[in-house]
């Protein structure tokens, strides 16, 4: 019997697969029989997960990259590429920045530029040839809720996840009859430990009230769950997605059209 959403024999590439939604990704297509390769410029987190993944019977590797170096991507994609086909990519690997424009620094966008925006660019742009040699491919960005609509203080944020959804569009489109598919997800607010961190620095005393007040700014009255991201991810991976390109899926718990009402 053909198991649904399986992943068996496929490579795929998932960058910031070292904690949070990355993660999850890592662990969930590692289970469904693909052999990952995880991203990550935190190596020590990279190689737990991968640890982790192996010590249950499935395929990882770790790899120490900056996603915002157009070299080092382009030598590890090359390396993985010279072993086996690249059959998925997920750009993950982001970073976030609390402020309106005012309070963004010139230094501050740079830096979400760099990772947010350039790191879908370096890792798309190296793998994409090697889809067309293979006959196609499936992309899968990160997206946000703030890609489309308005959040306060997430200036350089939201600015960098506009670009990922445009990207995608672009993507999908241009290279729709090289069967590479592209597409995005726009979580809202998701619980990982970047959003207790947070919540621990910005709110010292009070985590309790603000994690409440965070979760209830989603309608259905929760922040979501990073395995909840990791199964669309899933489905959009798989070959029974494949009538599915260039398209956005929010996973935001009736954000964007509920809070509009």
Do not use: W
Not at 1 to 26: D, V
Not at 186 to 196: L, Y
Not at 215 to 224: F, H, N
Request: charged content about 25%.
């Amino acid at each position: 019997m053909k198991i649904k959403f399986s992943l068996e024999k496929k490579i795929a590439i998932i960058t910031g697969g070292g904690s949070g939604i990355g993660q999850s990704i890592a662990r969930t297509f590692a289970e469904q029989g693909a052999q990952v390769h995880i991203l990550d410029f935190n190596i020590d987190a990279a190689n737990e997960t991968a640890e982790e993944i192996i010590k249950q019977g499935f395929l990882a590797k770790a790899h120490k990259c900056d996603v915002s170096d157009y070299e080092k991507v382009s030598e590890i994609v090359n390396q993985i590429s010279d072993i086996s086909s690249i059959d998925i990519l997920i750009n993950n690997a982001g970073i976030a920045n609390i402020g309106n424009i005012e309070a963004c620094s010139e230094k501050d966008l740079d830096r979400l530029y760099k990772i947010n925006i350039k790191g879908v660019y370096n890792c798309s742009k190296v793998c994409i040839p090697l889809m067309k040699n293979k006959s196609g491919g499936v992309i899968l960005n990160m997206a946000s809720i703030a890609s489309t609509v308005g959040i306060s203080d997430r200036f350089a944020y939201s600015m960098t996840k506009g670009a990922v959804l445009t990207m995608t569009y672009s993507i999908a489109k241009d290279y729709i009859n090289d069967n590479i598919r592209c597409n995005c997800i726009s979580p809202a607010r998701v619980h990982t430990p970047f959003v207790d961190e947070f919540i621990k620095k910005n709110y010292p005393g009070k985590e309790e009230q603000m994690f409440e007040k965070l979760s209830k700014t989603q309608p259905i009255g929760r922040m979501g769950k990073p395995q909840e991201i990791a199964d669309l991810a899933l489905y959009l991976s798989s070959d029974e997605a494949r009538f599915i390109t260039g398209s956005n899926f929010p996973i935001d718990g009736g954000f964007i059209t509920l809070n509009s009402n």
